[in-house]
């Protein structure tokens, strides 16, 4: 062996030694883009643990507003930018983006994860094709709040489960507008994910849905009548001034100030009416499931946030690190030992429910459970149907026909156009955008299964 | 003369009465901000109420104010200085050396504001992937100077309009060349015009949230993505909000109170001739 080659030898074991060095070393920054919810903050608090658990990966936050932060993270990921190494998606994107290639899947995820534990509903709302493309953060159904005092007052009793029917009777009997007590808040304010988020169940329960088994809408059929015709008479006898500018912080403003007999919307709700610190009527909020119509057993209500990864993200590994910690069962109890139990982020694992420090914690918990297990966001309603979705329809037009049609609905609501004409409308609406946009099709059907 | 002590009484309480309406809505952006979250929400408003700093204070705990305040600083001083130096240039050749279709130039210029900025997006987005400047300031000082552009342009154009150009043109007789009739004829007679144009490009750049919501995300991100972090969509947030914007608000605020006089200087410039 010569000089030479001895040199060489050296010049490139120092070379590799150098690189290893390197790779041990080399940090990931990863860009983590999220909306402002309650849980979201916590995470982002806690994560500095994360951070000294994990002394090679950094994290910088993008807070943004839900449908900014839509509309941002679509424009990265369709112009592969890759800004983003995780997303805080909604149930309704994860299978539609999946579809379209733009999200990694979780395979393979460590024993200790133990995936088994996700609760069902929300794993199968973020399953594309047998495999997982984000992983829940906290997820949510829809309950029935009200306030027991005032029902004290009025001598009635909520039942565990009530009917539309007999919420109709109690607001009724609830609402006092010298007080200004309304006997129901509900959303009002148009939007997919607003007024409509309650008008689809409603319609389910009413018997009627978005499309028949061809995607020909059914919009004027008369179960959808009947919904509505409910809707906007309670609205309009026993609900609050002004409705249609109303969403859920609106209402939950509305029932934590003591303005709402009852008040039917997220189960997240639960958590913050129950804080002294947010809600002058945290001792007298009673619970009950979301109400059931004729037709029983059909999709209600079904929303998870969830962590997912774009394919742009050129920091995969790190990022997988990071939601599988920020989504397990030991950042759980690191939430119930820095916040209290009161405070994890719920509706995503079994053994959060059965924790007796949570079912203390939180005595709103089993109506929880029990209103995400029977949310059934790929149960049948009365006809066949070909989408999936509980509040929504998992098809990507559905964000602007949800939009359009929750616009005509508000506009029954202040009275502006009667029922009839804006069903006719937004069924021939609904007909345009679908024909458009070349229902029936395959792809949709098979993306639906 | 009764009438009169009258009418300006009349006239004074007018003022006041339209004020306090323009400024109703930042006043109870300020009362919020000291609210507590059930305060905030309470129907009837409160008006009386036990003042808190808990939202600044949760503010600051989430967020570092002061590294979006000086991105928006510098972006906002970048973007106008740079909109300021490509217009000065640009409006002196179209004042005082016209040609036929300077009109329908400047017609056309403005005819760009009239797209919606969001008609652009995907290809701008994708210019900036490309160029690697999206979440950069540079990137962001680039896109404020050409969408105040126009804008500068025009008010610059009408100052210089202004101008008598035999004054440039004896300059020019004692041997200025065009440097010189700008740097040491033009400017200095049209800088109240040039500051009032610079001072309402800045005021533009701070309150632009379309674009640097769209292109930044962190390291670049001025006060109006800070603003946007705390809007949520389930749980309440209008204190805290307010807090958030309150502080946005305040350097603009305090800026524009200290420059209100140049600032109507130069709205008024060459009004009364």
Not at chain 1, 136 to 160: H, I
Not at chain 1, 242 to 254: K, W, Y
Not at chain 1, 282 to 308: D, M, V, Y
Not at chain 2, 172 to 186: K, P, Q, T
């Amino acid at each position: 062996m010569g000089p030479s080659v001895n040199r060489a030898l050296y010049v490139s074991a120092g070379l590799s030694f150098l690189l290893a060095a390197g790779a041990a070393r080399a940090d990931t920054t990863l860009t983590v883009a999220t909306v402002n919810n309650g849980d979201m903050v916590v995470m982002q608090k806690l994560s500095s643990q994360f951070e000294s658990q994990h002394p090679d990966i950094h994290l910088r936050w993008v807070v943004l507003e839900e449908n900014v932060l839509r509309q941002r993270v679509t424009t990265d990921i369709a112009t592969h930018a890759g800004q983003f190494d995780v997303l805080t998606i909604g149930n309704y994107e994860v299978p539609i983006w999946a579809r379209q290639g733009w999200l990694e899947p979780f395979e393979n995820l460590p024993a200790a994860y133990d995936v088994d534990d996700l609760l069902g509903p929300v794993r199968e709302g973020i399953t594309y094709k047998g495999k997982l493309y984000g992983l829940p953060f906290y997820g949510e159904s829809a309950m029935t709040y009200y306030r027991t005092d005032l029902f004290e007052k009025a001598g009635l009793k909520m039942p565990d489960a009530p009917t539309f029917a007999q919420v109709r009777e109690f607001a009724d009997k609830i609402t006092n507008k010298d007080t200004q007590t309304y006997g129901i808040c509900l959303r009002g304010k148009p939007g997919w994910g607003e007024n409509m988020a309650f008008i689809t169940p409603l319609v389910d329960a009413f018997g009627g849905q978005w499309f028949d088994a061809s995607w020909k809408p059914t919009i004027d059929t008369p179960q959808w009548k009947s919904a509505v015709s409910w809707y906007v008479d309670i609205m309009k006898k026993d609900g609050p001034p002004g409705a249609t500018s109303n969403g859920f912080n609106e209402n939950l403003a509305l029932f934590a100030s003591g303005h709402c007999g009852m008040w039917m919307d997220a189960t997240v709700a639960a958590g913050l009416l129950f804080d002294p610190k947010q809600s002058q009527v945290s001792k007298t909020t009673g619970f009950a499931s979301f109400p059931t119509g004729e037709f029983k057993g059909g999709p209600t209500w079904l929303w998870s946030w969830n962590l997912g990864i774009p394919s742009s993200s050129k920091n995969v590994d790190a990022a997988k690190t990071f939601i599988t910690w920020a989504t397990s069962k030991d950042y759980i109890k690191l939430v119930a030992k820095e916040n209290g139990w009161v405070a994890v982020p719920p509706g995503t694992r079994k053994s959060t429910y059965d924790n007796p420090d949570y079912q203390k914690a939180a005595p709103f918990s089993s109506f929880v459970l029990k209103a995400i297990e029977s949310a059934n966001p790929n149960g049948q309603t009365a006809h066949p149907r070909p989408y999936q979705g509980a509040q929504f329809v998992g098809i990507p037009e559905f964000q602007g026909i949800g939009t359009q049609v929750g616009q005509t609905i508000a506009g029954t609501l202040t009275g502006n156009t009667t029922i009839e004409q804006a069903l006719k409308s937004a069924q021939s609406a609904t007909e345009r955008t679908m024909r458009q946009a070349g229902y029936p099709k395959a792809a949709e059907k098979e993306a639906s299964k | 003369m009764k009438d009169s002590a009258a009418k300006r009484i009349f006239i004074t309480i007018l003022g006041w009465l339209v004020a306090l309406l323009l400024a109703f809505p930042i006043i109870w952006m300020v009362m919020t901000s000291f609210k507590t979250e059930t305060d905030a929400i309470s129907t009837p408003p409160l008006f009386v109420w036990h003042p808190t700093v808990a939202s600044y204070a949760e503010v600051q705990e989430r967020a570092n104010y002061f590294s979006f305040a000086l991105n928006s600083i510098l972006i906002s001083v970048g973007g106008s200085l740079l909109a300021l130096a490509f217009s000065v240039p640009a409006a002196y050749a179209m004042a005082f050396h016209p040609t036929p279709r300077t009109r329908s130039t400047l017609l056309w210029m403005l005819s760009t504001k009239m797209l919606p900025p969001v008609g652009v997006l995907v290809p701008i987005y994708l210019l900036f992937s490309s160029l690697n400047i999206l979440d950069t300031r540079g990137g962001l000082i680039i896109v404020y100077a050409l969408m105040n552009l126009p804008i500068v342009v025009w008010m610059l154009f009408t100052f210089f309009k202004e101008v008598p150009r035999e004054i440039l043109e004896a300059g020019r007789m004692d041997g200025a060349g065009v440097w010189n009739e700008m740097r040491y004829l033009l400017m200095p007679l049209t800088l109240p015009g040039i500051a009032s144009t610079g001072l309402l490009s800045l005021i533009l750049c701070w309150n632009e949230a379309f674009w640097s919501l769209n292109l930044t995300s962190s390291a670049a991100a001025p006060l109006t993505t800070f603003i946007a972090s705390f809007s949520s969509p389930e749980g309440l947030f209008f204190a805290k909000l307010s807090a958030a914007s309150t502080i946005a608000v305040a350097p603009i605020l305090i800026f524009g109170w200290l420059s209100q006089r140049q600032l109507v200087r130069g709205m008024t410039f060459g009004a009364v001739k």
